[in-house]
């Protein structure tokens, strides 16, 4: 089965710096897809950006960009110019790329809250 | 405009009651899904459902019944409600080749 591990409960960054945050997954599996999803007070779930991991090319959505490295299985979110709203729960993900129910469904690790200080 | 939406929002209500929470998309997916958030913001997947086929049934007591009258609907039966029940639980959906899954608002369960 596979596992994903976020190992930061909680972050803090100055409004414009930038912060990463860190994931770790394992999977004997060669396809799969990579998330990372940001939950605000609101409780939405928000798709922030996502990785095919067939693709060497890391994953950018505007100040959002992740840094890929599949042989080490880390997948990390880099967000640049840190804004208030920028505040939440940012969960990473994984889901198989293969067909078939279970294959389907994300496995999410337990988050990271961070804290964007004006 | 909403993608995916779920009613109610916010559910409170007694142990040993049954409860029923909705979900539609209309973004023209053809799987849904449930998930349980509980109170330490732990995700995890329940059922899904693919064109009202269930693909999907993890671990979960059978007091939970999923059902799908068709793929743009997908309904949450819970009975004799307990208090460990109370969590948020999203609906989500997304096409079955595509990897991205959008998801509804949540609806917070409160078992008193």
């Known amino acids: 089965a596979q596992t994903v591990t976020q190992s930061q409960p909680e972050m803090s960054v100055q409004e414009a710096e930038t912060v990463t945050l860190s994931c770790t997954y394992d999977t004997s599996e060669s396809d799969y897809y990579l998330f990372w999803y940001k939950q605000p007070p609101s409780r939405q779930m928000i798709l922030v950006i996502r990785?095919?991991?067939?693709?060497?090319q890391n994953a950018t959505e505007n100040r959002f960009s992740v840094n890929f490295q599949k042989a080490a299985k880390s997948f990390s979110l880099k967000i640049s110019d840190s804004q208030l709203g920028d505040a939440a729960m940012y969960f990473c993900a994984y889901r198989s790329g293969y067909s078939g129910g279970s294959n389907y469904k994300l496995t999410f690790g337990k988050g990271t809250l961070l804290t964007v200080n004006p | 405009d909403t993608a995916v939406s779920q009613t109610p929002k916010y559910l409170v209500t007694q142990m040993g009651n049954d409860k029923s929470i909705k979900c539609e998309q209309n973004?023209?997916?053809?799987?849904m899904y449930w998930y349980k958030q509980d109170s330490k913001k732990f995700l995890k997947i329940m059922f899904s459902?693919?064109?009202?086929?269930?693909?999907i049934n993890e671990t979960v007591p059978n007091r939970f019944s999923p059902k799908s009258p068709d793929k743009a609907h997908l309904n949450l039966h819970i009975n004799s409600l307990e208090l460990g029940d109370s969590a948020v639980y999203f609906c989500a959906s997304s096409r079955r080749r595509q990897s991205e899954q959008y998801f509804g608002p949540g609806t917070r369960l409160t078992v008193t």
């Open positions: 973004l023209g997916h053809d799987t």
């Open positions: 459902y693919n064109n009202k086929e269930l693909i």
């Open positions: 990785q095919e991991a067939y693709k060497q």
